[in-house]
């Protein structure tokens, strides 16, 4: 089976290829329905998910239509590169973490992100409370799951913070998108993210004691804490169609609408819940809800007004992506991104308009719900 290291250099490899074989169709068509709005494609980086929940809020509330806007939200999977997609101009944005979609950028792709949904990194490295890792360090020795495909720089970048070597101090497992290898211990340490696969293990029942696993059962290492966190759900516009006036005032209509989606998704959880269920996710009504709900923890509060890319994150994302070496010795940028790479022009612009609205774009004073999972996430 490829490393994930490997893996992550073909996948960079194949949208280079693409990429030149699509050079010079940068541009979406412009249509409009019978009703006057401009159709949107936005490429979403996985299935439609209480991740999403934002956008989606935005589309059955009518906010986008508010902004003169019909838009469309295409799936994501395991064979879609969403910034690749947007560089295509088969879609007018997406949503894709940052150290991937620049890796693409390096590559050739024609992207800049306009703005900075989650705040704060969701990923999470869990282990049985047995194992006693409660940190980096005590992972030397181990068998560590990851997912590859540019998903681990957090894992090794703390790793290597600790001291250890990846290559040599840590047994690295190559995981699946889900917590079975682990569940069936053959995983020391997983990967996993605060709002879905970490979720999923607070559904499965505990065969020692009949009842479902809870959280004392296990030990996290949350990669915010040890300050190696990399920026992950943004969204990104196409570079090239950032130069037409037309296309710029779409973007900040796009971006106001989306982020009065999670402005709605935070203090609407069940419906928010309930609309992402009648979207077609294949995860049930309490993991949905759970997963909003971590989410939110993820967005909110957002001092400087949700969206706005903040520059110290921004660095530290950058640093990581091009200092940090995987077991191969490689790393996810092999130089920094141009001043085109990011900006925050249109966001504020958005900002402006909901505030104008009245719409809390800060959440100071959000309370996240407790949230009881039920088997299967049902």
Known sequence: MRSPATRFRTWLTVAVIVLAAVTGCATTETTTTADGLTRVKLQLQWFKQGQ???????????????????????????????????????????????????????????????????????????????????????????????WGYGNEFELFAGMTKAG????????????????????????????????????????????????????????????????????????????????????????????????????????????CRDLTVAAGSTLGASHQQWQINEVNKLIWPSPNGIGVIDKAAWDRTVTIAMGTRNQEGHTVLTRAPDADAYTNEYVTRALDLLKSQHIDVIGGGYTPQAVTLTEGGK
């Open 52 to 146: 999403f929940a934002g956008y989606l809020a935005a589309v059955h509330q009518d906010f986008y239509r508010e902004q003169g806007l019909d838009v469309e939200i295409l799936d994501g999977g395991t064979d879609i590169v969403p910034q690749t997609v947007l560089a295509q101009g088969q879609a007018d944005y997406a949503v894709a973490w940052v150290p991937k979609a620049l890796a693409s950028r390096e590559a050739g792709a024609g992207i800049t992100e306009v703005a900075q949904i989650f705040q704060r990194s969701g990923t999470k490295q869990v282990a049985f409370k047995a194992a006693n890792i409660s940190g980096p360090a005590d992972l030397k020795g181990k068998k560590v799951g990851n």
């Open 164 to 271: 250890l070597d990846p290559a040599r101090d840590v047994t690295l497992v190559q995981q699946q998108f889900d917590m079975n290898a682990f569940l069936g211990r053959d995983i020391d340490a997983a990967q996993a993210m605060s709002y879905n696969e970490y979720a999923q293990l607070l559904e499965t029942r505990n065969p020692a004691t009949g009842k479902l696993y809870g959280p004392e059962d296990f030990t996290t290492i949350d990669w915010n804490d040890q300050g190696v966190t990399m920026l992950q759900d943004a969204i990104w516009a196409n570079t090239e169609r950032l130069q037409d006036a037309a296309y710029r005032d779409r973007t900040v209509k796009f971006l106001a609408a989306s982020l009065r989606g999670w402005a709605f998704c935070r203090d609407n959880v069940d419906t």
